[in-house]
């Protein structure tokens, strides 16, 4: 099973919006497409963002949102914060008792 | 609060064998599958592992099967990963993770901080 595709950086200035897609096949997104998508800061433990494609933990900003299409989910983080900048994973369920992440993309604030 | 803290990382030779622990804290360890979670340096997540809440079900990433286990004791709150035939390509910081929700639906919901396992000559 190959890594989920992610775009390797995306940046922006402080109150825009970015979009990290996170692209894989009828396999796995296209199916099993209730994806999380996780944070991860330098050093630091991964923390879960969203789950069920569009769902937020408690705790984490309404700034950021998921959707999905085709075989690509989608995360989106709006009125980008300094606090954003960090690296950021998703994840798909492929059958089988398998997981997959994406490969990762560093968010810049620039 | 939910508390998982990994230990037994360390440097370990080609071949070797190394065994990961993680102590879970403040949520009902039985009621939950857990998953070991790993990344090498300076690059991303990968899932490992899998045991389902009862233990009955375990499963694994196919360049470390047969040479990982993974386990778990509901009475001592515990969650295991024995590491044996060690190929420097296990070089990583392995997670343990607790797993929430369906297998299709479900999600991360809480990390350790990690141990680092270095294999090397």
């Known amino acids: 099973q190959s890594a989920l595709t992610q775009p390797a950086s995306v940046s922006g200035s402080p109150g825009q919006s970015i979009t990290i897609s996170c692209t894989g096949t009828s396999s796995d997104v296209g199916s099993y497409y209730l994806v999380s998508w996780y944070q991860q800061n330098p050093g630091k433990a991964p923390k879960v963002v969203l789950f069920?494609?569009?769902k937020r933990p408690s705790g984490v900003s309404n700034r950021f949102s998921g959707s999905r299409s085709g075989n690509t989910a989608s995360l989106t983080i709006s009125g980008l914060q300094a606090e954003d900048e960090a690296d950021y994973y998703c994840?798909?369920?492929?059958?089988?008792?398998?997981?997959?992440f994406g490969g990762g993309t560093r968010l810049t604030v620039l | 609060q939910v508390l998982l803290v990994e230990s037994g990382g360390g440097v370990v030779q080609p071949g070797g064998s190394l065994r990961l622990s993680c102590a879970a804290s403040g949520f009902t360890f039985r009621g939950h599958g857990m998953h070991w979670v790993r990344q090498a340096p300076g690059k991303g997540l990968e899932w490992v592992a899998l045991i389902w809440f009862d233990g009955s079900d375990t499963d694994y990433v196919d360049s470390v099967k047969g040479r990982f286990t993974i386990s778990r004791d509901n009475f001592g709150n515990t969650l295991s990963l024995q590491m044996n035939s060690l190929r420097a390509e296990d070089t990583a910081v392995y997670y343990c993770?607790?797993?929430?929700?369906?297998?299709?639906?479900?999600?991360?919901?809480?990390w350790g901080q990690g141990t680092l396992v270095t294999v090397s000559s």
């Open positions: 994840c798909s369920y492929v059958g089988g008792n398998h997981w997959v």
């Open positions: 069920e494609g569009t």
């Open positions: 993770a607790r797993f929430d929700g369906s297998n299709s639906a479900g999600y991360f919901n809480s």
